[in-house]
């Protein structure tokens, strides 16, 4: 099981604002992608989990933001599997351009079915 | 039938880019409530459209932009409809700031089931 | 001072996502126009601030989400400001549908000028 | 002079609707990360243009969608310059699914400074 893995991304210029920088909304999409890629590192695949019925949805997060990201920078998002239950997973998360931080998060996820109601994660998945 | 209605929507932060100017990509979004707000006007939801199967898909879109939305802007979007056929349906739009034209433009819609598939939109719907 | 407001706001189609939920990354801004409406109803333009090199940018956020926004439903914004500094607000949000808690949350913003650097707030802006 | 290029996407969890598949308004995103590719494909940088004073603002934009773009696909956008004179440039588009054609969009950008002005592009801009 990979634990960890990182994402680079290219801030795009409709996720900037006047200011030139991301806007504090976009970061939770980014830490998608990210997770989604440690998902995929592992050998499974988000799209496929739901067509099989498992929905993963964000119930906690958290943002602390150090610097902006500027349009067109390449921000690097790591991601770290830092504790799961049988209906619950925690990640961390560090934003980075370069060695700089840029933010840095947490989030907790539940493993749901499609009309929403808690559901085991499914065998494999977690461990 | 109602054919023509008129929304007010504020120009979001976030839709705005560096030049502080909604960004292109924000006015098909501007128009598809509009659409819906039609909708509404005679009686129907799209929500439950969706609930019922049946889908409504953008095929043509066409945009010409004059003047720019800036942010906090309450700007108005015209739409009207202006052609039918069994399996499609054609609007125009004005998006205006008071009487200063910002931009006009043209869609198409098919009418499909959940797979995607062309599908006769249901009685009571376009006349 | 006033301290807190509520906004109300139709879920729009594009802010949601597979589920036909809004994705978590709309609360974001959701709560963002709840903050500037609060400014405006204390007789203050975010627009104007920016205008006048007064920036507020978010240095942290946590969510927690309960249950979730459908398309097309309206939900409420209530947004209360909890704490200030010279250079610090605090706000707390609760989302909700009718009398139904959909996410609370809160955000720390900070005042900075237009390169980023902290600044105190104007006068009369948080007292 | 390069006058072609394209980028592979993955296609993000946001950016899709209760369809499962892109929201319309996401391929003029696409595009324009396209544009900004095929500007750096000539060793020109966007965010450094907008540096000195020079902005592209899409003046008109044309889209027909053939099919669906569904999530976690990897879709390549075929950017290619098709005229311009010393204010404008017109591009067209093929977003494509490995063979299979999603869409097909042509754009007009024309270029201003920073108060929305027409300016004559820069040497070595266009030709």
Chains 1, 2, 3, 4 share one sequence.
């Not at 799209?47 to 906690?60: A, D, K, L, S």
């Not at 049988?86 to 560090?94: D, F, G, L, V």
């Not at 700089?100 to 929403?116: H, I, N, P, R, S």
Request: glycine share 4%; aromatic share 8%; hydrophobic share 35%.
């Amino acid at each position: 099981m990979i634990d960890s893995t990182s994402v680079d991304i290219r801030v795009r210029y409709p996720e900037c604002d006047a200011q030139s920088v991301a806007h504090h909304s976009v970061f939770p999409v980014w830490m998608e992608i990210a997770r989604v890629e440690l998902l995929r590192a592992n050998g499974a695949s988000y799209r496929e989990c739901e067509e099989r019925g498992v929905y993963f949805v964000v119930v906690r997060m958290e943002l602390k933001y150090r610097r902006p990201a500027k349009y067109d920078d390449v921000i690097t998002v790591h991601v770290k599997k830092t504790d799961h239950s049988r209906i619950k997973i925690e990640h961390s998360y560090e934003i980075k351009r370069g060695e700089e931080m840029l933010a840095e998060a947490t989030t907790t996820l539940a493993c749901v079915d499609k009309t929403g109601r808690p559901k085991a994660m499914p065998e494999g998945f977690i461990e």
